[in-house]
Protein backbone atom coordinates (compact mmCIF):
# COMPACT_ATOMS: atom_id res chain seq x y z
CA UNK A 1 0.00 0.00 0.00
CA UNK A 2 2.26 2.30 0.82
CA UNK A 3 6.85 2.69 0.73
CA UNK A 4 8.86 4.76 3.14
CA UNK A 5 10.23 8.04 1.15
CA UNK A 6 13.64 8.39 0.96
CA UNK A 7 14.56 11.46 3.14
CA UNK A 8 18.15 13.08 2.40
CA UNK A 9 19.72 11.09 5.02
CA UNK A 10 18.65 7.92 4.29
CA UNK A 11 19.22 8.43 0.38
CA UNK A 12 23.13 9.35 0.69
CA UNK A 13 23.53 6.11 2.72
CA UNK A 14 21.98 3.65 0.27
CA UNK A 15 23.96 5.26 -2.30
CA UNK A 16 26.77 4.69 -0.21
CA UNK A 17 26.12 1.05 0.32
CA UNK A 18 25.52 0.52 -3.27
CA UNK A 19 28.57 1.74 -4.34
CA UNK A 20 30.27 -0.24 -1.95
CA UNK A 21 31.61 -4.17 -2.98
CA UNK A 22 29.06 -6.63 -0.99
CA UNK A 23 30.57 -10.00 -0.73
CA UNK A 24 28.73 -13.16 -1.53
CA UNK A 25 27.36 -13.99 1.92
CA UNK A 26 26.64 -10.54 2.26
CA UNK A 27 24.36 -10.69 -1.15
CA UNK A 28 22.38 -14.12 0.01
CA UNK A 29 21.18 -12.14 3.10
CA UNK A 30 20.57 -9.01 2.03
CA UNK A 31 18.75 -7.12 -1.29
CA UNK A 32 21.47 -6.35 -4.41
CA UNK A 33 23.01 -3.74 -5.91
CA UNK A 34 20.32 -3.87 -8.20
CA UNK A 35 17.25 -3.26 -6.36
CA UNK A 36 18.94 -0.75 -3.75
CA UNK A 37 19.45 1.18 -7.20
CA UNK A 38 15.78 1.03 -8.21
CA UNK A 39 14.65 2.22 -4.59
CA UNK A 40 17.43 5.08 -4.92
CA UNK A 41 15.61 5.88 -8.69
CA UNK A 42 12.14 6.09 -7.50
CA UNK A 43 13.09 7.57 -4.18
CA UNK A 44 11.34 5.01 -1.96
CA UNK A 45 11.72 1.78 -0.43
CA UNK A 46 9.75 -0.95 1.82
CA UNK A 47 9.91 -1.02 5.37
CA UNK A 48 10.75 -4.60 5.28
CA UNK A 49 13.33 -4.18 2.95
CA UNK A 50 14.95 -1.06 5.02
CA UNK A 51 15.23 -3.02 8.50
CA UNK A 52 17.10 -5.92 6.43
CA UNK A 53 19.92 -3.13 4.70
CA UNK A 54 19.85 -2.44 8.82
CA UNK A 55 20.51 -5.14 10.13
CA UNK A 56 23.07 -6.73 8.40
CA UNK A 57 24.50 -3.65 7.88
CA UNK A 58 24.12 -0.56 10.12
CA UNK A 59 23.46 -1.87 13.05
CA UNK A 60 26.71 -2.10 14.82
CA UNK A 61 27.35 1.49 13.34
CA UNK A 62 26.69 3.84 16.12
CA UNK A 63 26.40 6.69 13.46
CA UNK A 64 24.05 5.02 11.96
CA UNK A 65 20.26 4.60 13.32
CA UNK A 66 16.36 3.97 12.39
CA UNK A 67 15.73 7.67 14.32
CA UNK A 68 17.94 9.43 11.98
CA UNK A 69 17.17 7.05 8.50
CA UNK A 70 13.53 8.06 9.46
CA UNK A 71 14.07 11.68 10.13
CA UNK A 72 11.93 13.67 8.53
CA UNK A 73 9.39 10.75 7.83
CA UNK A 74 7.20 10.83 4.75
CA UNK A 75 5.15 7.69 3.07
CA UNK A 76 4.79 7.06 -0.53
CA UNK A 77 1.38 5.95 -1.17
CA UNK A 78 1.39 3.68 -4.59
CA UNK A 79 -1.05 4.98 -7.30
CA UNK A 80 -3.53 2.83 -8.29
CA UNK A 81 -3.93 1.22 -11.22
CA UNK A 82 -6.52 2.44 -13.74
CA UNK A 83 -8.57 -0.09 -15.32
CA UNK A 84 -7.27 -0.63 -19.14
CA UNK A 85 -3.90 0.53 -18.42
CA UNK A 86 -1.24 -1.51 -19.86
CA UNK A 87 -3.61 -2.79 -22.53
CA UNK A 88 -2.15 -3.20 -25.99
CA UNK A 89 -4.39 -1.90 -29.00
CA UNK A 90 -4.81 -5.08 -30.09
CA UNK A 91 -6.33 -5.96 -26.63
CA UNK A 92 -8.75 -3.47 -26.33
CA UNK A 93 -10.45 -3.99 -29.84
CA UNK A 94 -10.71 -7.49 -28.88
CA UNK A 95 -12.40 -6.12 -25.57
CA UNK A 96 -14.17 -3.86 -27.57
CA UNK A 97 -15.82 -6.44 -30.07
CA UNK A 98 -16.94 -8.87 -26.79
CA UNK A 99 -18.87 -5.75 -25.19
CA UNK A 100 -20.76 -5.57 -28.86
CA UNK A 101 -21.75 -9.08 -28.75
CA UNK A 102 -22.64 -9.42 -25.36
CA UNK A 103 -24.93 -5.90 -25.55
CA UNK A 104 -26.49 -7.59 -28.56
CA UNK A 105 -27.12 -10.75 -26.94
CA UNK A 106 -28.36 -8.67 -23.89
CA UNK A 107 -30.86 -7.28 -26.38
CA UNK A 108 -31.64 -10.05 -27.81
CA UNK A 109 -32.49 -11.93 -24.46
CA UNK A 110 -34.65 -8.58 -23.59
CA UNK A 111 -36.50 -8.46 -26.75
CA UNK A 112 -37.32 -12.07 -26.67
CA UNK A 113 -38.13 -12.35 -23.02
CA UNK A 114 -42.01 -12.46 -22.35
CA UNK A 115 -42.77 -9.02 -21.11
CA UNK A 116 -44.16 -9.23 -17.64
CA UNK A 117 -47.11 -7.14 -17.14
CA UNK A 118 -48.34 -6.33 -13.38
CA UNK A 119 -52.01 -7.67 -14.18
CA UNK A 120 -53.69 -10.75 -15.38
CA UNK A 121 -52.59 -12.25 -18.66
CA UNK A 122 -55.27 -13.87 -20.50
CA UNK A 123 -54.46 -16.54 -22.30
CA UNK A 124 -56.98 -18.07 -25.07
CA UNK A 125 -56.93 -21.28 -27.14
CA UNK A 126 -54.52 -21.03 -29.70
CA UNK A 127 -52.39 -18.37 -28.09
CA UNK A 128 -48.76 -19.45 -27.17
CA UNK A 129 -47.16 -18.73 -24.16
CA UNK A 130 -44.49 -20.49 -22.38
CA UNK A 131 -45.07 -18.91 -19.05
CA UNK A 132 -42.57 -19.62 -16.05
CA UNK A 133 -43.68 -20.96 -12.78
CA UNK A 134 -43.63 -17.35 -11.04
CA UNK A 135 -45.82 -16.09 -13.60
CA UNK A 136 -48.17 -19.18 -13.59
CA UNK A 137 -48.27 -18.04 -9.58
CA UNK A 138 -48.68 -14.57 -10.08
CA UNK A 139 -51.74 -15.27 -12.27
CA UNK A 140 -53.33 -17.38 -9.24
CA UNK A 141 -52.48 -14.94 -6.79
CA UNK A 142 -54.56 -12.07 -9.33
CA UNK A 143 -57.34 -14.40 -10.16
CA UNK A 144 -58.14 -15.58 -6.25
CA UNK A 145 -57.76 -12.03 -5.69
CA UNK A 146 -60.66 -11.06 -7.72
CA UNK A 147 -62.90 -13.42 -7.36
CA UNK A 148 -62.24 -12.67 -3.49
CA UNK A 149 -63.12 -8.79 -4.12
CA UNK A 150 -66.06 -9.49 -6.30
CA UNK A 151 -67.53 -11.69 -3.74
CA UNK A 152 -67.20 -9.62 -1.26
CA UNK A 153 -69.17 -6.65 -3.13
CA UNK A 154 -71.51 -9.32 -4.32
CA UNK A 155 -71.84 -10.21 -0.45
CA UNK A 156 -71.70 -6.26 0.58
CA UNK A 157 -74.63 -5.28 -1.64
CA UNK A 158 -76.84 -7.93 -0.41
CA UNK A 159 -76.79 -6.82 2.92
CA UNK A 160 -76.87 -3.37 2.50
CA UNK A 161 -80.51 -3.81 0.53
CA UNK A 162 -81.10 -6.69 3.25
CA UNK A 163 -80.38 -4.33 5.95
CA UNK A 164 -82.37 -1.00 3.53
CA UNK A 165 -85.37 -2.95 3.29
CA UNK A 166 -85.64 -4.21 6.72
CA UNK A 167 -85.17 -0.80 9.09
CA UNK A 168 -86.18 2.01 6.26
CA UNK A 169 -89.13 0.12 4.21
CA UNK A 170 -90.29 -2.35 6.35
CA UNK A 171 -90.71 -4.96 3.30
CA UNK A 172 -91.86 -8.11 3.77
CA UNK A 173 -89.33 -10.98 4.01
CA UNK A 174 -90.28 -12.92 0.83
CA UNK A 175 -89.75 -9.52 -1.37
CA UNK A 176 -86.84 -8.91 0.74
CA UNK A 177 -84.94 -12.31 -0.39
CA UNK A 178 -85.90 -11.34 -4.01
CA UNK A 179 -84.39 -7.82 -3.98
CA UNK A 180 -81.18 -8.90 -2.38
CA UNK A 181 -81.17 -12.02 -5.09
CA UNK A 182 -82.06 -9.68 -7.85
CA UNK A 183 -79.24 -7.24 -6.94
CA UNK A 184 -76.76 -9.34 -5.83
CA UNK A 185 -77.07 -10.98 -9.31
CA UNK A 186 -77.07 -7.43 -11.09
CA UNK A 187 -73.88 -6.89 -8.80
CA UNK A 188 -72.18 -10.13 -10.09
CA UNK A 189 -73.22 -9.94 -13.76
CA UNK A 190 -71.54 -6.18 -13.75
CA UNK A 191 -68.46 -6.99 -12.12
CA UNK A 192 -67.80 -9.93 -14.45
CA UNK A 193 -68.24 -8.25 -17.63
CA UNK A 194 -66.46 -5.08 -16.39
CA UNK A 195 -63.29 -7.74 -15.26
CA UNK A 196 -63.77 -9.50 -19.08
CA UNK A 197 -63.69 -6.45 -20.91
CA UNK A 198 -60.26 -5.47 -18.67
CA UNK A 199 -58.70 -8.64 -19.72
CA UNK A 200 -59.67 -8.31 -23.37
CA UNK A 201 -57.99 -5.03 -23.93
CA UNK A 202 -54.88 -6.87 -22.16
CA UNK A 203 -54.88 -9.51 -24.49
CA UNK A 204 -55.50 -6.71 -27.83
CA UNK A 205 -52.45 -5.13 -26.50
CA UNK A 206 -50.45 -8.09 -26.24
CA UNK A 207 -51.50 -8.72 -29.68
CA UNK A 208 -50.75 -5.46 -31.02
CA UNK A 209 -47.84 -5.39 -29.41
CA UNK A 210 -46.30 -9.06 -30.77
CA UNK A 211 -47.54 -7.70 -34.19
CA UNK A 212 -45.27 -4.87 -34.27
CA UNK A 213 -42.44 -5.27 -36.97
CA UNK A 214 -38.94 -5.30 -35.41
CA UNK A 215 -36.30 -2.69 -37.58
CA UNK A 216 -32.85 -3.90 -37.33
CA UNK A 217 -29.61 -1.82 -38.45
CA UNK A 218 -26.37 -2.81 -38.52
CA UNK A 219 -24.24 -0.19 -36.42
CA UNK A 220 -20.65 -2.10 -36.74
CA UNK A 221 -19.53 -5.09 -38.23
CA UNK A 222 -17.80 -7.54 -36.07
Not at 45 to 54: A, D, R, V
Not at 81 to 88: A, D, L, Q, T, V
Not at 110 to 116: G, I, S
Request: aromatic letters at 8%; hydrophobic letters at 35%.
Amino acid sequence: MFEIKLNKCLKTHLETLSSENITTEQQEQTISNGEINRYIERESIPMSSLLSIFNLHWQNCPEITMKNLLTPLHFKFKEKRKPGEGYSKEFKEQLDKLRLVEQENDYQRLVNREKETNSLVHVKEGDELDLSPAQINKQIKEQVTTIFNILLSVLSVIFAIWYWTGTSMRVEIQYRILLCLFFGILVLVAEVVVYNSYLNKIDDARKKERSKIEKKKVIKTL
